[in-house]
């Protein structure tokens, strides 16, 4: 099967890749800047990994190469977080997180969608959401909102494909908190882009340690059982729509709707 997957270039994405390349897929693995790019193709050579990759920024028109590869599966998996108060952040900030994580990421989507259905496959397509889409944490609306918007556009498109009937499906990952470097990254952000004038600039230190200590306590540092769900999804005749991980995800979840009210 050729596997396309996009922000392969650390944690998660990296790791389905390799994954997906031992059992014998024909593996695409793409980064953002040609940085990343040399450091991906050491890796995977120092692993002995033998995964095709390649720069694909998708939010220019990179994402043309695309045309030039029959690729059977998608994992949608490049996304960017950015934190700080809805209320005090450039609007630059937000607009920058949905056109990476729901704009440009679905408009490669619906790209490859086409060249399935032209080709006559029954191709699957698998896009990263998280579980934080049903979770209102503060500072972190910019992100966990761009979430809510990728499950409810994956939600909507299960529905058209089930209309068409055409052989391709889509299945949304909705991952809880994992240890990759993503959430620290996307905590310190703030300091960049808060407003200097507004009342969260003078405690964005004690808000940075009240998410650092949050994350501490609820990231998982193995997601090697995310993986194996993924890859045995991408191997189904019949993939389910929601991959959830940890086990007890779908439990909080549950519990969660339940008592917010």
């Not at 099967?1 to 944690?11: D, E, F, P, Q, R």
């Not at 953002?32 to 790019?37: A, G, I, P, S, V």
């Given at each position: 099967?050729?596997?396309?997957?996009?922000?392969?270039?650390?944690?998660i994405?990296?790791?389905?890749?390799?994954?997906?390349?031992?059992?014998?897929?024909?593996?695409y693995?793409?980064?953002?800047?040609?940085?990343?790019?040399?450091r991906?193709?050491?890796?995977?050579?120092?692993?002995?990994?033998?995964?095709k990759?390649?720069?694909?920024?998708?939010?220019?028109?990179?994402?043309?190469?695309?045309?030039?590869?029959?690729?059977?599966?998608?994992?949608?998996?490049?996304?960017?977080?950015?934190?700080?108060?809805?209320?005090?952040?450039?609007?630059?900030?937000?607009?920058?997180?949905?056109?990476?994580?729901?704009?440009?990421?679905?408009?490669?989507?619906?790209?490859?969608?086409?060249?399935?259905?032209?080709?006559?496959?029954?191709?699957?397509i698998?896009?990263?959401?998280?579980?934080?889409?049903?979770?209102?944490?503060?500072?972190?609306?910019?992100?966990?909102?761009?979430?809510?918007?990728?499950?409810?556009l994956?939600?909507?498109?299960?529905?058209?494909?089930?209309?068409?009937n055409?052989?391709?499906?889509?299945?949304?990952?909705?991952?809880?908190?994992?240890?990759?470097?993503f959430?620290?990254?996307?905590?310190?952000?703030?300091?960049?882009?808060?407003?200097?004038?507004?009342?969260?600039?003078?405690?964005?230190?004690?808000?940075?340690?009240?998410?650092k200590?949050?994350f501490?306590?609820?990231?998982?540092?193995?997601?090697?059982?995310?993986?194996?769900?993924?890859?045995?999804?991408?191997?189904?005749?019949?993939?389910?729509?929601?991959?959830?991980?940890?086990?007890?995800?779908?439990?909080?979840?549950?519990?969660?709707?339940?008592?917010?009210?």
């Open positions: 099967m050729n596997v396309l997957i996009t922000g392969a270039y650390s944690g994405g990296y790791k389905l890749g390799c994954c997906l390349s031992k059992r014998g897929h024909n593996v693995m793409t980064t953002e800047t040609d940085e990343q790019l040399l991906l193709k050491r890796k995977l050579k120092k692993e002995k990994i033998a995964a990759s390649f720069k694909m920024d998708i939010t220019t028109d990179d994402i043309l190469l695309v045309d030039n590869i029959d690729i059977d599966c998608l994992v949608n998996h490049a996304g960017v977080g950015f934190s700080g108060s809805i209320l005090y952040m450039d609007d630059r900030v937000l607009k920058n997180n949905y056109e990476v994580n729901v704009f440009s990421s679905f408009k490669l989507l619906k790209r490859i969608y086409r060249n399935m259905v032209k080709r006559g496959c029954r191709g699957r698998f896009v990263t959401s998280s579980a934080a889409a049903y979770l209102p944490f503060p500072f972190l609306g910019c992100y966990t909102s761009s979430k809510a918007a990728i499950s409810m994956c939600r909507s498109i299960k529905k058209e494909l089930d209309y068409l055409n052989g391709v499906t889509i299945t949304v990952i909705e991952p809880g908190a994992y240890y990759t470097g959430n620290q990254r996307m905590i310190e952000s703030k300091n960049e882009f808060l407003d200097k004038n507004s009342v969260f600039y003078k405690e964005k230190e004690s808000i940075n340690r009240l998410q200590n949050l501490k306590i609820i990231e998982k540092c193995d997601y090697s059982d995310l993986i194996c769900k993924i890859v045995k999804e991408i191997e189904s005749d019949n993939p389910k729509f929601i991959i959830r991980s940890p086990w007890y995800l779908s439990i909080f979840l549950k519990m969660y709707f339940l008592l917010r009210f």
